[in-house]
């Protein structure tokens, strides 16, 4: 057992737990700060992958950008009682009938499907996810969806900005 | 010449119809009449013509007036054909015709509607004449259907009273059952020959070698179920005694006179037909005997006396058919012309009664007629010596000749043809005797009343008296003028039939016999006796019977005109509504499963998603598990 | 250049991202917060995007990366509109309680 | 000159209809139509004299779709059927006062538009396009101007709507799946099908569906009797005059060609439903309260005869069919006239409420007798021709057939002098009836007269038509 995989348990058992506590926590404020760790510990996943460019930007986007986002949110609606009511238990069963059928129909796939890896993995050697090769790949192959996600971008702070206006006529 | 002639004859009857119909107000009551009137002489003067014509030449004619049906495999042209037996019958039609046209302008003067009396007259003359000159058979079925049509007109004459109309509807009903029958018997002929021209059909049948006997026989009994339709046998002769309904003159010229010779004509038409299948021809024997002998019963205990005289037609329809069924078509024909002429003389006779007495026509109400009537009586009672079968009268000879054929036949027949004889001589002297003997048992006002007709109404009486009486020369047994005359027609004859033995003589004194029986018997009853026939509600046992006419009417009425309009309630109220529950039940459906549908859509977002990840599932295993 | 994945196996990268995106999923279905609802989205978002940068060392190719990226602008801009919409929701209704959003019903 | 004037005439008739104003509305109509059915005889006259007076040409180009009116004997028989009764039709409504006239006139010339396209059109789609077009104005006239409970009437109306749409769905699916295999739509091109048995009878089972239902052959009558007396009488005329026979007609042009094996191996099946509707229709017929539904099923009883007679696959059958389509169509016209001019007095369908009218108008009882008479097909009339006719094809195929179809003479003759004699006969109403207007009575004894001619001399019909139903009687005897 290497090193490695030892890391990569140790963090995967980390963004699954707190992805799990995330979604059971009743405080939001709670959920939140675990989903936190979660993207930490994701982040951890792509250092892991040897993708440093990605996990920065993901510190930065999700951890920094988003989960900001959520707390203010949280915040701006006070939302920091655990006040929510349970759902009926039908739907919890439900949750759960269809958390274990989508678990399993997944893995039942992957397990059905060719078996894809038998431990050996090429290795070309080439250099694929240094900055330089993902910009390059970025400004040139996906030049124009590139683009677009910065007028998606656009629109959507706009939005942002529209949707959370007060309306002066509801006076 | 002749085709323009033929078409005088055809087209003078509807020329008299339409001035009728689209000027008979006009033109006021006489003068329509006399229009109707001069339209029928007419063509009776042309049928004089070619009369004289076929007398000498012995050839027919036959003319083709223009394509008419295309059928697939042959072509039916609207033609004509002059022969003996349609000029035969012409006379008859349009002389008779003639004298009740002339009675009917006294007859009707009354009525505000002589004019439409008079163009329906002459309408029904006009398809009479098309049925018996048609060239092929669905010519005359134009006839055969236009005479059905003008009798439902004429019998619901007086359509404001909806029992006359009922008895018209019946009529029309009926003869139509007859008429499918009919046209089903021309499908098979038009199959079988493809042609339905009388003269080719006869070559074609008698000149056939490997006939389909079994669809031939099919087709003649189809003819003669048309056949039984028009001329009233049983079973579908209910129409013809109700059918009284309409105007005296018209129960003597459609309803014993002409139309319902009209299945006789047929058969007659077709005889080569019918000889070729020698069972529907027993059919129509014992039919034809049955009928004589139901109806003459029927005949005994009536009181109406236009209803005495219909059982009387249809017995004497009966004996006709009889004739028909032993293949002795001259005979029948013979019997068919003496009874236009007595039967016709009765009727209207009877009309003169009925006029006289201001529409009486219960018997039980009348009686002593005989003073103040003296020329009505002595032509009804030459005309029911007549249909008795006294000797030398018309209706001696005619009978005569069916009871022989009969009994040469098979001697059953021979003996209900007989009894059927005596019975007629016994109700048609009933009938003398309650009308013109004794005293008169109406009211007091109509006493006053009683006169003798007036010489438009006695002419004809006499006209048609004097035939009655003479009638029988056309066809002496010795030598028979109608035999001859019809012998083209007819396939020949080889029986030994007029051959006069002492045989003969035997049985025709035992008819003259049987007949002078049936007048005693009468004659004992109701003179002797004194007898009046019982009120309606005392009658009792078998006359009751009788008198409602063995319960006919009433048991077609459950057998199927009750069943019928059940159905048709129980389609109207049941299959329809449940037909339509089906089809609004579909609309329902779909509109529930809408509505449950609707359900689904609840709004929360977590079943939305669940239904979503289910659906998910179920794609991705389709996809990859399914291989 | 030794790949990480002869030690770690992209077995288990896989085994992981289906948990977490089934988390995701499990989150959504069962909580009514809708911030939760939220966050649970982004957790199968990132789920899906560990999945792609496995592949994409997997394959040694750059074009898996890319598409996080995208993705990652998309979940950005997703989560702003989505907030916003919440916010609004919340102003309106009082509540956030996804039970009572139910005015889709038909 | 070719027949594609005639439908823009029409067209052009309703617009300008609509455009006269309520005022003129209906005598703008009545001259378009006038002018239409004179063109129609020039066109007939045209085609008489060996002239090609068809017209084809590219529609679309992907998919394969002409806009192709081809007219041959029986296309032009049945365009001059429409023709003749569009006139007719609204020449009689001449006595009846409509609100918003305009559209009401420029409807029923758009319908003829459509009736008359159906009947031209060679091509799939276009025909198809033509046949739904005929029912949107149908609607419109039956909802907004017919009578009695508008609740009633719409949910009658709507019924009929949607179940003849229904219907015809099937026919579309099945033209597009004849596209797929042929390629085009074009008539021809599909008689050249060589389609499986199977494929037909598929074909030949949604076509059916479509027809019997406009036709209606029962069990798919039940919009029939209600609609027909819901709409106004200008809008059953036309549906019972023309616009059933659109199924008719469709069934020879359209299903039988294209799908003669599935047609000659169950044709004793659509024999017997076409003549259960005889009898059914006949006797459900007996006991109507109101006198339209009485008509309608009795039209019920009619058009069964004529689909078992063009089932019946033989010459006979299908020329008496068309005949009997076409007299009919004046027949059914004529008698809902009569119920209508009887409405105008009494200001009632009830027939209980009627009678005694004969003492009361003599010459509109005469009319009246005289299309009762046709009706039962009596000899000299046309109707006795198609019938006997159609009866002769159905004794060809089986007698029992021949006796059961031919139990219409005598129910019909039942069931019609029935209502005649509690409708016009019997002690003079306490009503008054007044006599037949000029235009009634014109309408009335043109109906007449038509009638009386072509039962006598059907032959100019009978040529018209025959070629064609010989040519199509080759393709269903193609294999």
């Not at chain 2, 010449?1 to 033109?27: H, Q």
């Not at chain 2, 021309?186 to 389909?212: C, E, P, Q, Y």
């Not at chain 2, 201001?358 to 018997?363: I, K, P």
């Not at chain 4, 021949?402 to 002690?427: D, S, W």
Request: hydrophobic share 55%.
């Amino acid at each position: 057992m290497s090193i490695l995989l030892i890391l990569f348990c140790i963090l995967s058992a980390i963004t699954l737990l707190t992805a799990f506590l995330t979604v059971f926590s009743k405080n939001p404020i709670h959920s939140a700060i675990y989903l936190v760790i979660c993207f930490f510990s994701v982040a951890g996943h792509y250092l892991l992958l040897n993708a440093q460019f990605l996990a920065i930007v993901h510190v930065i986007v999700y951890s920094g950008a988003i989960m900001i986002l959520f707390l203010f949110t949280i915040m701006l609606m006070n939302l920091n009682k655990e006040n929510e009511v349970h759902k009926p238990r039908i739907t919890r069963l439900g949750a759960i009938v269809s958390f274990c059928l989508i678990c399993f129909v997944l893995i039942l796939i992957f397990i059905n499907s060719k078996p894809i890896a038998d431990g050996s993995y090429d290795v070309t050697g080439e250099d694929y996810q240094s900055i330089k090769v993902l910009g390059k790949v970025l400004l040139n192959e996906y030049m124009v969806p590139f683009e677009y996600a910065s007028i998606l971008l656009l629109v959507a702070m706009i939005g942002a900005v529209l949707l959370s206006k007060k309306e002066k006529l509801e006076k | 010449m002749d085709t323009n002639l033929a078409l005088v004859l055809l087209l003078t009857p509807l020329l008299g119809f339409l001035i009728n119909v689209f000027f008979g107000k006009k033109l006021g009551k006489t003068f329509s009449g006399i229009v109707g009137t001069l339209s029928v002489v007419v063509s009776f003067a042309v049928t004089l013509y070619f009369f004289g014509y076929i007398t000498v030449a012995k050839q027919p004619i036959q003319i083709i007036l223009f394509d008419w049906i295309s059928i697939s495999n042959f072509n039916l042209s609207f033609g004509l054909l002059l022969d003996q037996l349609s000029i035969l019958w012409l006379l008859f039609v349009t002389g008779i015709g003639s004298l009740i046209h002339l009675y009917s302008i006294s007859y009707m003067h009354d009525d505000e509607k002589m004019h439409t009396f008079f163009a329906y007259l002459n309408l029904f003359v006009f398809f009479m004449i098309t049925l018996v000159i048609g060239s092929n058979l669905l010519v005359m079925f134009i006839g055969w259907e236009g005479v059905g049509l003008c009798s439902y007109l004429l019998i619901g004459f007086w359509h404001k009273n909806q029992e006359y109309n009922d008895a018209a509807k019946k009529a029309f009903i009926m003869n139509r059952i007859g008429d499918l029958g009919l046209l089903i018997g021309i499908f098979i002929l038009g199959m079988l020959f493809s042609t339905l021209d009388f003269t080719t059909l006869k070559t074609a049948i008698s000149g056939a070698t490997n006939l389909n006997s079994y669809w031939l026989g099919v087709a003649a009994f189809a003819l003669f179920i048309g056949a039984c339709g028009k001329s009233a046998q049983i079973p579908l002769y209910t129409w013809l005694p109700d059918a009284m309904a309409g105007p005296t003159p018209v129960s003597a010229l459609i309803h014993a006179a002409t139309m319902v010779t009209a299945g006789i004509f047929m058969i007659s038409r077709l005889n080569f037909l019918f000889d070729l299948t020698p069972e529907v021809q027993n059919i129509i024997a014992i039919i034809g005997a049955i009928t004589a002998l139901v109806a003459a019963t029927i005949g005994l205990v009536q009181n109406d006396i236009k209803k005495v005289l219909a059982y009387s037609t249809v017995s004497q329809l009966g004996l006709m058919f009889l004739a028909l069924g032993l293949g002795a078509y001259q005979v029948a024909i013979f019997h068919v012309v003496t009874h236009a002429f007595f039967k016709a003389c009765l009727f209207l006779g009877s009309g003169s009664v009925i006029h006289a007495l201001g529409g009486e026509q219960d018997m039980r109400k009348m009686g002593g007629l005989k003073k103040a009537m003296p020329i009505t009586f002595m032509t009804m009672l030459v005309a029911s010596l007549a249909i008795a079968g006294i000797f030398p009268f018309a209706g001696f000879w005619s009978k005569d000749e069916i009871l022989i054929t009969a009994f040469e036949h098979n001697i059953v027949l021979w003996v209900i043809g007989s009894v059927a004889s005596i019975m007629t001589a016994f109700y048609m002297f009933r009938l003398m005797y309650l009308t013109f003997f004794k005293e008169f048992r109406g009211t007091e006002d109509q006493k006053h009343h009683l006169h003798e007709s007036p010489s438009l109404i006695t002419a004809p009486l006499i006209i048609l008296a004097v035939l009655s009486f003479i009638g029988g020369l056309i066809s002496l047994p010795k030598n028979s003028w109608l035999n001859e005359y019809l012998a083209p027609i007819f396939r020949k004859v080889t029986e030994e039939e007029h051959t006069l033995g002492t045989f003969e003589y035997g049985l025709m004194a035992i008819a003259l016999a049987g007949a002078f029986i049936g007048i005693g018997i009468a004659y004992s009853k109701y003179i002797k006796q004194n007898s009046v026939p019982e009120e309606d509600s005392k009658i009792t046992g078998i006359s009751k019977v009788l008198y409602n006419k063995y319960y006919v009417d009433e048991a077609y009425d459950v057998l199927f005109v009750k069943p019928i309009n059940a159905l048709s309630g129980f389609f109207r109220d049941y299959i329809e509504t449940s037909i339509s529950a089906l089809v609004f039940g579909l609309a329902k459906v779909t509109n529930e499963l809408s509505f449950q549908g609707k359900k689904l859509h609840n709004g929360s977002i977590g079943f939305y998603l669940f239904a979503f990840v289910l659906g998910l599932c179920a794609i991705i295993s389709y996809l990859f598990l399914a291989q | 250049m030794n790949n990480i994945l002869n030690q770690i196996g992209i077995e288990n990268y896989i085994f992981l991202c289906v948990i977490l995106f089934c988390i995701g999923v499990f989150g959504v279905l069962y909580r009514r917060n809708a911030i939760i609802v939220f966050m649970s989205i982004e957790i199968m978002l990132n789920a899906v995007n560990l999945l792609f940068v496995a592949f994409s060392t997997y394959h040694q190719d750059a074009q898996g990366q890319v598409f996080v990226f995208f993705s990652m602008a998309v979940a950005a801009a997703e989560v702003a509109v989505g907030l916003a919409i919440l916010v609004s929701i919340f102003r309106n209704s009082g509540t956030i309680d996804v039970a009572n959003l139910k005015n889709l019903k038909g | 000159m070719n027949v594609s004037l005639l439908l823009i005439l029409l067209l052009v008739g309703a617009f300008a209809t609509y455009l006269a104003g309520d005022k003129l509305a209906s005598k703008v109509a009545l001259f378009f139509s006038l002018a239409v059915l004179g063109c129609s005889i020039v066109l007939l006259n045209h085609f008489n004299a060996g002239e090609n007076i068809s017209f084809i040409n590219q529609w679309i180009s992907q998919p394969n779709i002409s806009f192709a009116l081809q007219a041959d004997g029986l296309s032009l028989a049945m365009l001059l059927l429409t023709t003749a009764l569009t006139p007719l039709i609204i020449f009689s409504s001449f006595g009846n006062e409509y609100k918003n006239a305009k559209s009401f006139y420029a409807l029923i010339l758009f319908m003829a538009f459509a009736m008359a396209g159906t009947f031209l059109a060679a091509d799939g789609l276009l025909y198809y396009i033509f046949w739904e077009l005929s029912l949107i104005p149908i609607y419109f006239i039956a909802l907004l101007w017919g009578n009695g409970d508008a609740e009633e009437r719409k949910t009658a109306v709507v019924k009929f709507f949607i179940y003849t749409l229904a219907g015809s769905l099937f026919m579309l699916v099945a033209f597009i799946y004849l596209y797929q295999r042929a390629g085009s739509l074009l008539i021809d091109d599909l008689y050249k099908l060589d389609l499986t048995a199977s494929e037909q009878l598929w074909i030949f089972l949604a076509f059916f569906l479509a027809y019997a239902i406009k036709i209606p052959i029962i069990p798919f009558h039940t919009w029939q009797a209600k609609v027909y007396q819901k709409a106004p009488t200008v809008g059953t005329m036309l549906l019972s005059g023309i616009m059933l026979k659109m199924g008719l007609y469709s069934v020879i042009r359209w299903q039988l060609p294209i799908a003669p094996l599935a047609a000659k191996q169950y044709m004793f099946v659509f024999i017997a439903l076409g003549i259960a509707g005889v009898i059914y229709g006949s006797i459900v017929a007996l006991r109507q309260k109101d006198l339209k539904k009485l008509l309608a099923y009795s039209s019920l009883a009619h058009v069964g005869l004529i689909a078992a007679g063009a089932y019946t696959l033989t010459l006979d059958g299908l020329r008496g069919a068309v005949l009997q389509m076409i007299a009919h169509g004046f027949v059914v016209v004529g008698l809902f006239f009569a119920a209508e001019i009887i409405f105008r007095r009494y200001d009632t369908r009830t027939i209980s409420e009627m009678g005694g009218i004969r003492s009361q108008s003599p010459k509109f009882t005469s009319m009246f007798m005289i299309l009762v008479l046709a009706s039962v097909a009596l000899p000299s009339t046309f109707n006795f021709v198609g019938e006997f006719t159609v009866l002769y094809s159905l004794s060809q195929i089986n007698i029992w057939f021949a006796i059961l179809g031919g139990t219409t003479i005598i129910l019909g003759a039942y069931y019609m002098l029935k209502m005649f004699q509690h409708v016009m006969l019997g002690e003079t109403n306490k009503k008054i009836f007044a006599d037949v207007t000029l235009n009634e009575g014109l309408t009335m004894v043109i109906i007449v007269a038509v009638l009386f001619f072509f039962g006598m001399y059907p032959k100019p019909i009978i040529d018209l038509i025959t070629p064609s139903l010989e040519n199509i009687l080759t393709q269903i005897n193609r294999n």
